[in-house]
């Protein structure tokens, strides 16, 4: 099946999600302003509105799986704890991928992955993924990637009424509204309730989610507030060995029969958008965000039997300003930003308190050449300081950071893009890293550089995109199961930086689509990351698959019937945390999914059937022994009235 995928590939049947790729897409993640995709080097791939809804997705994990460069590892299968890895980063993803909403980061200050679930798909109007280290534009943790994913504005009166049922008793309905009235405001809100008992025992899930946007737009600018409300109450199944994932995929052990998680997110943003004059504007955002967890969690042998608490209050500043200058070959554009967070954080499950406070300044150029040539340039000063408190380290922890960036884009025709970029990034520890080392050890701010070069070609039915990148990383932060563990501490292991580490590959991307309404798309990642020096040398990272492989055959039929057969391989990989290579390799797998819609005026049927082929695999293993399994086959079926 593997070569036969791969065969498909080669011949020209590979792509991103839709023809988005157009040369002409206008982005914001690019300059954290709108800007044409035709002035950014870099490859940028856009999953838009009719791509969402057209996959049937139930959550963002899903919807991400398998596109271009973008690998997912889903623990539970539900997207409720899910990562987003990009360049190949094993079990460290989490801490050098940036998600992001309207430009909001989702990334937390602990180990924790951003919160996929906390995304309704109902209210996205795209996805940009930022393939490649972004360190310079956003900063912390944009090293192998970013994901902005942009909810809808709204523009005119619509609504949307939709019911879901599926596998293992999932049940969920939504609701949404929005409208600009003719003085210049809109508004919008959505609400989402959903239930499952998911795929393994004791694993069930009920889910809340309210989110809406007040805005006011005038002649030259625009104010908005927007926010959300969610609750999420999520049964622990824990992991399984493999033995017993053999036996009885879906178990859990007596050991997690108690264990939970709950979650209470509130989140509140302001932003404005300001001309100042014919050419310089000021766009900035506020945000505020107070979650609460309650956690039970045990290990195999060690039952918890008291839920502890984990608070996290934290606001966000992102003011900049534009500067869109008329130039001989074009317009010109600089960007001057500041990004400011502060982060109060609690954890007694840990017992960790930390106050922490990120400041960075950036300013990147757009300049336009002749010829179709264009020139970027940018830099970056980030610092950090956390005032920590925890069982293996107590005080202050100062650390700051200077990158930049150098890219050259040439458009060589209305078909045919070419770019080269180097892109400093960085990242810093986070706190339940840094209070986690060896005895004596510190750990430095990870840094690295970023080479990406590609073309990108589009017509009218047809697109291709071709990136070749080479990541060369210095004190890459991680987990190592070898390292000595703190004074007094019971689990083996400790947070490191490794020796140099470099990250190397490609992504193709192509599709076509023909005039009988067939579409074929999908996209190969190939990725080696690997040790270059110290007692890893030569090994490959854990957790990091060798290949990543999707195709997708699009077939429109008469009485607006629509299908879409999908095929994603997932390639060999060493278990993550395996740095010394010492345990077998994990061979690849394959899954098949379809989705079959029908769409009639106002109204819109879609059935989801994933892993037709019932495959036993699991996204997620370590060296440790745990499997997570994903799940069997299941459906998904919904029904949605647009008014």
Do not use: C
Request: a neutral charge.
């Amino acid at each position: 099946m593997k070569k036969s995928l791969l065969a498909l590939a080669l011949a020209g049947a590979l792509s991103q999600a839709q023809a988005a790729d157009d040369l002409g897409t206008i982005v914001v993640s690019a300059a954290r302003t709108p800007q044409s995709e035709l002035s950014t080097p870099a490859s940028i791939t856009v999953i838009a509105r009719e791509e969402i809804e057209r996959s049937a997705a139930q959550n963002l994990a899903e919807l991400l799986r398998g596109r271009s460069s973008v690998v997912v590892t889903d623990l539970f299968g539900d997207g409720s704890r899910a990562s987003i890895d990009m360049r190949g980063f094993g079990n460290a993803a989490g801490s050098n991928v940036l998600v992001l909403v309207d430009g909001r980061r989702l990334n937390n200050v602990d180990l924790s992955n951003p919160a996929l679930n906390s995304i309704r798909l109902g209210e996205v109007e795209r996805i940009e993924i930022v393939e490649g280290s972004a360190g310079t534009l956003f900063g912390d943790q944009a090293v192998g990637g970013v994901v902005n994913i942009i909810t809808r504005t709204p523009r005119k009166p619509s609504g949307q009424l939709s019911a879901g049922v599926g596998s293992y008793n999932r049940r969920q309905i939504e609701a949404r509204y929005g409208n600009r009235l003719s003085n210049g405001f809109d508004y919008r809100i959505g609400a989402q309730l959903r239930h499952s008992d998911n795929y393994r025992d004791h694993n069930a899930v009920d889910y809340r989610n309210l989110d809406g946007r007040l805005g006011w737009s005038h002649a030259s600018g625009e104010v908005f507030l927007d926010f959300q409300n969610l609750y999420e109450d999520l049964e622990l199944p824990g992991a399984l060995n493999q033995a017993q994932f053999e036996a009885d995929p879906r178990q859990s052990l007596s050991w997690f029969a108690e264990d939970f998680t709950r979650t209470w997110l509130k989140v509140g943003r302001i932003g404005l958008r300001q001309d100042l004059g014919a050419w310089l504007r000021f766009e900035g955002e506020v945000s505020r965000r107070n979650e609460d967890r309650q956690i039970q969690q045990s290990f195999v042998g060690f039952p918890v039997l008291t839920p502890s608490w984990l608070r996290y209050r934290q606001t966000e500043l992102t003011p900049r300003l534009v500067l869109d200058l008329p130039a001989h070959h074009g317009e010109m554009q600089l960007v001057l930003g500041y990004d400011g967070t502060r982060t109060d954080y609690r954890s007694e499950i840990t017992n960790i308190e930390d106050r922490q406070q990120k400041q960075a300044f950036y300013l990147q150029a757009t300049l336009p050449g002749p010829h179709g040539l264009g020139l970027t340039l940018g830099a970056r000063h980030g610092r950090v300081s956390d005032d920590v408190s925890a069982t293996y380290k107590t005080g202050r922890v100062d650390k700051s950071v200077t990158v930049a960036t150098i890219g050259l884009n040439w458009r060589v025709d209305s078909h045919l893009r070419l770019f080269l970029r180097r892109d400093g990034n960085y990242r810093f520890a986070k706190v339940d890293e840094l209070t986690y080392t060896s005895p004596g050890v510190e750990l430095k701010p990870q840094t690295g550089v970023s080479w990406e070069t590609g073309a990108q070609w589009q017509a009218a039915n047809h697109h291709l995109k071709l990136t070749f990148y080479r990541l060369s990383l210095k004190d890459e932060i991680a987990f190592d199961p070898s390292a000595p563990p703190p004074t007094g501490a019971f689990f083996p292991g400790a947070n490191v930086n490794f020796d140099p580490t470099t990250h190397q590959g490609f992504v193709l991307n192509a599709g076509f689509e023909t005039e009988h309404g067939t579409r074929v798309e999908g996209s190969w990642n190939v990725v080696d990351a690997t040790f270059d020096s110290g007692v890893f040398s030569g090994n490959r990272i854990g957790g990091v698959p060798e290949q990543q492989l999707r195709v997708s055959l699009d077939q429109a039929f008469p009485a607006a019937f629509r299908l879409r057969l999908e095929g994603i391989y997932r390639g060999a990989a060493y278990l993550a945390g395996d740095n010394a290579n010492a345990l077998p390799e994990q061979g690849g797998y394959t899954i098949y999914n379809a989705v079959l819609d029908w769409q009639r005026k106002n109204l819109q049927l879609a059935l989801r059937i994933n892993n037709l082929a019932d495959k036993r695999y699991a996204e997620s293993r370590n060296s440790y022994g745990a499997v997570f399994p994903s799940p069997g086959r299941n459906a998904w079926l919904t029904m949605a009235y647009d008014f």
